[in-house]
């Protein structure tokens, strides 16, 4: 058996970053639940606002608070528009 390399302890890392910051998400603006646990709905998920597969990062830059719902209805369009960005400092 060989692993892939992944820098999961970076992604940690950024994950605590975000999650310290007690954002809202990044997708639709409404304060998230940070006490709730993946796979709950409405969970903290991290969001690449641009998508790996579309060329993005996987940099703190690059990534967002989202709510796991949103973040899957952002992964399950095929043509993804630009991300709103207003909301992330507001
Ligand atoms: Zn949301």
Redesign the pocket.
Known sequence: MSKAPRNTAQRDRDRDRIRRTAAA?G??G?PIDYALKWPEKRCFVVDHVVPLHRGGLDVIGNKQA??N??NSAKRARIVAPIVRRSGSLA
């Open positions: 998400c997708i639709c409404e989202a709510h719902e949103c």
